[in-house]
């Protein structure tokens, strides 16, 4: 059973950066892709970032190309999104997903999803 528990949110001012973490049971890191998304207060859910785990190609959503890194540790079975630059508009829930595709334009998944973990950018 695939398992995903994301960690390290916080409050933070406009223009730093945040490491999450995602940390991932029940399945290697070898196959199929995984996905970050987040969900702000009132507004729908978007899939932000997404790591192929097989061959490490990547996909980001405009709004955040260019600030947002994906990236795995096979050791540490984690992924990671490292964010820069962080805006007023990152605020949000972020979570991972596993398994995760980008069709057209748009992150999906529909395997499980962790319980999120809460970022705030405020001045």
């Known amino acids: 059973q695939v398992q995903l528990v994301e960690s390290g949110g916080g409050l933070v001012q406009p223009g730093v950066s945040l490491r999450l973490s995602c940390a991932v049971s029940?399945?290697?890191?070898?196959?199929?892709?995984i996905g970050w998304f987040r969900q702000a207060p009132g507004k729908e859910r978007e899939g932000v970032a997404c790591l192929s785990l097989s061959d490490g190609s990547t996909w980001y959503a405009d709004s955040v190309q260019g600030r947002f890194t994906i990236s795995k540790d096979n050791d540490k079975a984690t992924v990671y999104l490292q964010m820069n630059s962080l805006q007023f508009d990152d605020t949000a829930i972020y979570y991972c997903?596993?398994?995760?595709?980008?069709?057209?334009?748009?992150?999906?998944?529909?395997?499980?999803r962790g319980q999120g973990t809460q970022v705030i950018v405020s001045s």
């Open positions: 997903a596993y398994p995760a595709w980008v069709a057209g334009t748009h992150l999906v998944a529909s395997g499980p």
């Open positions: 029940g399945v290697t890191l070898d196959y199929n892709a």
